[in-house]
């Protein structure tokens, strides 16, 4: 039985935490997957970053940084100012900002006062880093056959118009076959492709880098391209501020999360749960006796049996029980790719 996509994107994620790029030379990298804006998620995040600046990133906690908490985090002065002269305009009420940096103020992130008449007064605690070089988008398709490149073709154009991501990529199964070549000229030409073996992942084609800095295109509607489609397309423009701040929060995001997160959403305390190798952790259960997928365990799943109360009262290395355990080793790794 072939893989299901989970299960390859998870494979995807660990290989782009070891070897990306997959050309030229390397520094730190934080992986997420299933990120993206509100009309279009990506199975795959890499985030270049500069290493430096990214310890230095570490100083404003494991929590992202929304977009309010930004907004104060990025422009608070360094000596005591009123938040309204020292922020710049966000236009939406001061009432937000103002609670915004009572939040950061609460996460320790800049310090206030009651300065003249009464007036919140902030000064920066830490200066926010620079620290994302490049964003990265992989989609995730392991059989890519017709129908799914067509699909893919049309969402890859999209991410092209609006240039939200330095490059976009498609990961998909390596499998020899001479139709992959045809499947391949479907996509566009500044898309990348990885072909991905059982022990290795090959460049079938480079990405191009887009210009995230001009105003992109954001496709809203567009024919379908029969003879007697008339309609016209439908786009309107993405600027360059709007696409700075999208990208800081998809990578604020994904900083928080990174990919070993999905165990959040499956039931690691069930007997029948197992990480069996930590460093590639696939989700494993004993009772189907094959890796599954987290729409597969959960709570409804026939198979489901919690853990007993005597196995999470053991002491270590299994204080909590089998299940704490693993999300502790996924949580511990998540912190040191941080």
């Avoid at 154009?157 to 001479?178: F, N, P, S």
Wanted: glycine share 6%; net charge negative; aromatic share 8%.
């Amino acid at each position: 039985m072939d893989e299901p996509e989970f299960l390859f994107e998870l494979r995807v994620c660990r290989w782009a935490e070891r070897a990306w790029p997959p050309t030229g030379e390397r520094d730190a990298v934080v992986v997420a997957r299933q990120l993206g804006v509100r009309n279009r998620r990506w199975d795959t995040i890499v985030l270049e970053c500069d290493s430096e600046a990214l310890d230095a990133r570490a100083v404003f906690g494991e929590e992202r940084l929304d977009s309010d908490l930004l907004h104060v985090v990025r422009n608070a002065p360094g000596s005591w100012a009123w938040y309204r002269d020292a922020l710049p305009d966000p236009g939406y009420p001061w009432r937000y900002v103002r609670e915004a940096v009572h939040r950061a103020a609460e996460r320790g992130l800049v310090e206030t006062r009651e300065g003249t008449n009464g007036r919140i007064e902030l000064r920066r605690t830490y200066r926010y880093p620079d620290w994302v070089e490049r964003v990265v988008a992989v989609e995730n398709k392991p059989d890519l056959d017709a129908s799914a490149a067509r699909a893919l073709a049309d969402q890859l154009e999209r991410d092209v118009a609006l240039g939200l991501a330095d490059e976009v990529w498609v990961a998909t199964r390596a499998t020899g076959a001479d139709v992959e070549p045809a499947l391949y000229e479907r996509l566009p030409v500044e898309a990348g492709i990885l072909a991905v073996g059982e022990s290795s992942v090959d460049v079938a084609w480079h990405a191009t880098s887009l210009d995230t800095d001009a105003p992109g295109t954001r496709i809203l509607e567009r024919p379908e391209g029969a003879d007697h489609d008339r309609s016209a397309a439908r786009f309107e423009y993405a600027g360059p501020d709007w696409k700075a701040d999208k990208r800081l929060e998809i990578a604020e995001r994904a900083y928080e999360r990174g990919w070993r997160s999905f165990v959040d959403t499956m039931r690691p305390d069930c007997r029948h749960f197992e990480i069996r190798d930590p460093d590639v952790p696939l989700p494993y259960c004993t009772a189907k006796g094959r890796h599954v997928t987290s729409g597969e365990c959960r709570h409804a799943c026939p198979e489901f049996s919690p853990e007993p109360p005597a196995w999470r009262s053991k002491g270590w290395p299994l204080d909590g029980g089998p299940g704490r355990a693993i999300q502790r080793l996924l949580d511990d790794q998540r912190a040191r790719r941080r």
